[in-house]
């Protein structure tokens, strides 16, 4: 058997997705993951040593997807504040999506992510990450006055909660929700601005 | 038996606590109660026509008590600016202490909570109440520019969600949690400055 030749870590996960999706979390074990990719569980066991290191692997592979769009928008040009702005209304409009499109799964990751306390935190900090990013932009460009870029990304962060952490879901679908994102923005916005920029 | 002319709504509410406290949320019954009390548990009923009703009204209470400390806040005279943040800390303040006062009956009163959105919804729309009329006082003393200053009261509330929301109380341990209200709480205030007043 070469099959290690072709199954690659990537792989496994994309069947694992596929796999929780049609059993559910509770249920789907790494038996029916060797199956479905058509190898032995010790050929997935060699890439993930447990369950637990493959779960975690979904996990983080899921909040990875966040980051990519979101870096587009690090990484280009032009004035900081639009670019802030369109990278909160990306971020909570991808995690809006995710649960809408599909709950069941968006409550399976959910599930899995609970469990991966570093994956969770590693995405948090890449994402505030990327938010200093544009904070020291908008300082360079002379639009934003901010006294400590760090602190001041993970109060953007905190301050956007609601709209982007799953605990607050259930409120993801409130009528006065994009009139509540306005606000939250505007305010934020206006606290970063430079003097004399209003 | 004239046991009615003394057993009073408030008095039923306090003995439920006790019983909450020692029986737990899922053991606690209406018959519990009105032993304490040494009633009837018709008597009970009275009052409160359902152990679903009893519950409610425990709930409100529970939400109740954060706001008499709050609207001492808000009917104080002085700066805005310096009133709301005290507001916030003290919001945040009060139900961190609950928490870790007593964790189990944090758990129970949350549960409780959940079941009472009609008890929670207007604790939420009371504290944004509060928040508005001091953000109004600041529009009036010229120290804070506001377009809609109802709109914006909410932003405030949603925006500091992170600190006084229960579904992020297993974060309000964290070392740095002081720091990142300071910088929120710094980020709100600028945000709703009056130009020339920095």
Redesign the interface.
Known sequence: MNETLVLTPERILEVTEDVLRRYGLAKATVVDVARALDVSHGSVYRHFPSKASLRQAVAKRWLDRFNAPLQKIVDASGPAPARLERWLRTLFANKHKKLSDDPEMFATYLALAQEACQAVSSHKECLCDQVERILADGVKQGAFEIA?VK??S???F?????FH?P??SEEWNDAGLA??I???L???????EA?GK?
Chains 1, 2 share one sequence.
């Open positions: 400590d602190a001041t993970r109060a953007v905190d301050a956007t909660i609601r952490h605990a607050h009139a509540r306005d606000a939250v505007a305010l934020l916005l206006r606290g970063l003097p209003r």
